[in-house]
């Protein structure tokens, strides 16, 4: 096991020109505006309890389900994120507001603890009846990391205090023991809230209750899923009277250590094998360890788009078959990519391999990133890899929960860039960062200076207080070929293991490495197995996957472009009004004439004419209005 582990978000100052620029967007605009989509769909009043409960904003779905029932976890997302935002730059009104939400919650909750609007407001007698479907452990879970997140920040308790008492009724409900349930949710979450309530307190009771969790999930017969469904029945509250015909959906068709292949909803397989992973570097559990070890590798090898989104299908917003990525259809929801870094980063503190860094970040430049505007107040919810320009970002959904991860994702970035032991430190991302470790009892202030993700030229200084030998591991991304450093000046050997140069030396005041990580454009091709990409290729350039739009390629549907093969790719610098400033790819190819078309078929090939194709990040796509874009390219 590695004996890494992540510097807090509130200690890393984040300091470079991409993030910080991000980081104000998320500050200034999106918290702001995602309270006041909070009021104006409801969920604010919601937590009040209106007596008689109002019509629902969102009514059943045939199977009786409402998104109305995990409102909780929004609120709870969005304190998460604000407080993380608070981290940075304190704000009174955000505060104010903040509190104004923990007042409803403080005077919904129940005596014996219990906390959940949508049951308390609309049916209370049905509590703990539907682990399946109705997400009341998940909402406990993002209300947790909420109040912890708050509390890190600003050392206010109260809203802690309140989900401690929720935590320990759900410890007395759930469990092995006499009379209580042995289930667990049917949406995976409280497990990695439950990892950092133990990591706050330091008591154990809350590492077992999520370990609980994860070990019950699965076993069976009975499968209680349908233990509960059965007793639903009887008591007349089961609208349909339907099984699932497996429990692949939940992730829940076989107890979690036997499970070696990724299916089902993509965002609960990314929560569940998050905690896993967390549990298995707690608790040295080699079992849990092995069985995360074989299902990223089923992600990576047969599942995972170029973007490092997941989840083809809008069907189970999740996983269909190996090598299934189409491009137009995707949903690679934003959550998805979101956990994806949550699972990567635990990843990494289980066994520190730039592997797993390598897909944190491809995740969180390109997938995740391109859920928020450049505006920081509309969204993607899916994330295709190609659309014929009816593609739009939405001001908010009727299933809120992208918005709020991605923006907590933002505001607390800054814990994914560097980590400490107690001999040596380690650098994950580049792009502009400072913070006062701790490394053996030693004080070690660090500053990690550089244009990054445009430019692979880094800076680092490294002050201890007093003299200290120690490594300082650098990660040297699996996409740079030919990295080079210096030390005070003077060129030295990388010799990358897994990953990460590591540099040991006794460090002193005013110390600075220079690592070099050259960024030429590359082409990237899919295994031919991914028959929607055979023939096509698509840009990369660092941790930047490319896509080729019409606002930069003026003239009809991009989809009419190809690039030749033999073709440069010319890498330059610009700046545009909406976008900022930016690396663009440009190339030359071919453009196919449609304006003699007019039937739907015909026996001449189509004319084409020469033609310059241009690229820009994938995450900047549909800023600039509606119009066609595509990853993967045709090849001429």
Partial sequence: MSQYHSVRFVDVRLEGDFWKERLDTVLAKTIPSQHKKLAEYGLLDSLKLPNPPPPLRFPRHPNGF??????????????????????????????????AIVDDFEKAQLPDGYLNCWYLGREPEKRWSNMRDNHELYNAGHMLEGAIAYFETTGRRRWLDIMERYVEHIRQTFGTGPGQKRGYCGHQEIEIALIKLYHLTKEKKHLDLAAYFINERGNQPPHYFDVEREERIKKGWEMQRYAQSNYEYSQSHKPVREQDKVVGHAVRAMYMYTAMADLAVELNDAGLRKACETLW??????????????????????????????????????????????????????????????????????????????DGEHYFYMNPLESNGSANRWDWHTCPCCTMNVSRLVASVGGYFVSTAPDGIAFHLYGGISSNLDVGGTAVAVRETSNYPWSGAISISVDPATPKAFDLKLRVPGWCKRATAKVNGETITLSPSKGYATIHRTWSKGDTITLDLPMPAERMFANPAVIMDVGRVALKRGPLVYC????????????????????????????????????????????????????????????????????????????????????????A
């Fill in 66 to 99: 409402t998104v109305q029932v995990f409102w909780d976890s929004d609120v709870g997302k969005w304190i998460e994120a604000a407080s993380y935002a608070l981290s940075h730059r304190r704000d009174a009104d955000i505060e104010a507001k903040i509190e």
């Fill in 548 to 635: 080729v739009e019409e606002a930069d390629n003026p003239g009809g549907r991009v989809q009419r472009l190809k690039l030749s093969r033999q073709s440069e790719i010319v890498v330059g610098e610009n700046r545009d009004a909406v976008l900022g400033g930016l690396v663009t790819l440009t190339a030359s190819g071919k453009a196919i004439d449609e304006s003699d078309w007019s039937g739907l078929y015909r026996t001449a090939p189509p004319r084409e004419a020469a033609a310059t194709l241009t690229a820009v990040p994938y995450y900047l796509w549909a800023n600039r209005g509606k119009g066609s874009m595509v990853v993967w390219v045709p090849e």
């Fill in 297 to 374: 590798d089923d992600v990576m090898v047969t599942k995972m788009y170029v973007t490092a989104g997941l989840g083809p299908s809008e069907h189970n917003e999740g996983f269909t078959y190996d090598y299934d990525l189409p491009n137009q259809t995707a949903y690679a929801e934003t959550c998805a990519s979101v956990a994806l870094i949550f699972w990567a980063q635990r990843m990494l503190h289980l066994d520190l391999d730039g592997k797993y860094a390598d897909i944190l970040e491809l995740a969180l430049f390109n997938g995740a990133l391109s859920g928020l505007s450049r």
